[in-house]
Each structure stands twice: as C-alpha cells, then as structure tokens.
C-alpha cells in the first residue's frame, strides 16, 4: 500500500528548497572544496554560536562524535554511567575506549533517573553519559551537581536535540563536551552523515581536532597522535549551514505538530501522549512518542492504513544478547521499549497529515 502519511519525508524538503540545495552544489562541484575548507569553519563557528560553546568541531558521524570523546577522556578500567533506552553507540563509545558502562534506568519521560545516579557512583566511575532523548533535554542541573561533587566528565548525547534547552540554557552546552547528529532524519539533517562535538575546553578541543584528521592540526606534516579520518565533509558542511537559516522556525513547526498531536490523541485508548514538559524545558521535538501496551498490533493497523511509524529499540540494548549487559536490572527501560512508538514528524509534514495519523489512532482504538 502507498503511504498516505511518510514518517519522514525527504524529497519534500528538496522540492521546497530546490533552488538552495542545488545552489550549494553547484557552490561546492564548481570550486572543488571537498575536505576542511571554509564552509566547515563557517558551518562549526554558527554551531558554537548557536550552542553557546567556545568550540565546534565536525566529524563524521554522531556515532565518532561519542566515540572520539570516550577515547579523550576515559581509560581502560574506568566506569562510566549511562542509559540503556538509546542509540548503541552511546555505549558502543563506552566499550570501544576500553571503559564499562554502568546502566541505571529513565523515567517516563524516556531519560536519564537522575535520582538512580550516586547510587551507581564507585571508586572506578569517572564520567556520565546523559542522553537528550526525542529533543527533551535531561536534567542538567543534578546531573552537574553530581558530577561536580565526585569530579567526573560528562559527555552530552545531544544526537536528538539540537535546539533544545534547560532552564534557558542548550543542550550540548552543559557538560565537559556534548554531541550531535546530523544524519538526514534529525532535527537539522544532511544528505548522508555527519556530526558535531561541542566543548569549551580548548585542550580537549585540539586533541579532538587531531583525532578526527590522523593526528593532524595545523600542519598535514606534523603528527600530535595517532588519529582517525572522521571529518565532516565541506559539502555536507554547506548543506547544514544552508538548513541552519531555517532551523529555528522548524523547531516551532514541530512544537505546533506536537501540540495538534496532544489534543488529539489525549484520552485516547489507553495511549500516553508525548511527556509533556514543564517551564524548566524548551523541547525541540525530534520525535513525537506515544505509549500503548498494544503497540504492535497499533503499528500494523497503522502500516496497513498507509502510515509510516517507527519503533526504537524494541529489543533494549541491555538484553541484545550478544552485549554481554544482562546483568542490569531496568525494569522502566524495559516497559518503555515494549510500549513506545514514534508518530511521523517532520516540519513540512501538513496538518491534514497530522490529523489523518490521529484519525488513524482514534479508528484503531475505537474497534478494541
């Protein structure tokens, strides 16, 4: 069945930009800037701007982004606490820099219990890993608080919340350092990969700089470490940078989606809408998630019916066998993987659309 509804629709965007999109190819093919030029320092300079960071670093992926911080700040034999409702690589960076991770369950609104945290804390921790789940930004405050009274690093997994903010301040601007993703379905996507790191400490700045270009600063002659090849591509630099001038009034696209999405589907079966936020919170929306205790037969009807959906991690990453994370007691992890599902949600997504994934809904319910 064609889809009535996509979860994310990409060729849209393009045909609404057209004009700008194949101007910054014709930009990039025309000048042959392909590799750390000056659209990659215009595109990091507005991310630490915007952010409120003194630096901005592109990578490859969100995924190097973790991966390149873990390996800066932690050691073989050091614990580091995080989540298990996230991506892998969160704790993918943890194992691949030869740290643990030590996983304590979220809340209900998908992220980090900040009240679960000390009690994880041993002589071996040495950092946290607190992750800004579906553009809602975690509890930043405790979780500086704690780190501050046991001295350890946080790394911010901002991969879904670029935009969003605590008590006024961005998510990524809070700990040691914070991450994003720019793969195309994230709040600000390119075509293909890409990531960020985000830091005020100039030391760990130019050890990521070096990391990310073999070893590499200011001279390709002259080797600070060994490193990897984990650039964010000027191409895709000139493309985010080209979407940044739009970034803001998509954010309110999709806080005014959200907002149809809550009337609607409110007191609806027995679904619990997307956690809505107190004043503390700006949420940015990458996802809108509803919960059910029927949610795969929810997904099929919605699938037949044309709609495209998303279930994250319905096999949390603590029980993937192959991990080795079993030993971890996560129960809200758990009824949180078996319940959630993600609505479509994309800025040039219509009400009509919005209102015909709620009618959807409403149908779906209305025959149990």
Known sequence: MACKVRFVN???????????????WEKIMSGGDFILRQDLEDFEKRIAEYVGTKHAIGVNTGTDALYLLAQALFKPGDEVITVAHTFVATVGSIVQCGATPVLIDVKDDFNMDVDQIEKAITKKTKGIIPVHLNGHACQMDKIMEIAKKYNLQVIEDAAQALGAKFKGKRCASFGDAGIFSFYPAKLLGTAGDGGMICTNDDALARKIRAFRDNGRVESVEVMECFGWCTRLDNLHAAILNMKMNYFDKWVERRREIAKIYDKGLTGVGDILIHPVSGPDYFDAYQNYVIRTKIRNELVKYLKDNGIEVLVSWPTPIHKQKALGL????????????????????????????????IDSIKNFFSKK
């Open 10 to 24: 990409y060729p849209r965007q393009y045909q609404m930009l057209k004009k700008e999109f194949d101007g910054v």
């Open 326 to 357: 079993s030993n971890f007691n996560l129960p809200k992890t758990e009824q949180i993987s078996a319940e959630v599902l993600s609505l479509p949600m994309y800025p040039e997504l219509t009400n009509e659309e919005v209102e015909i994934v």
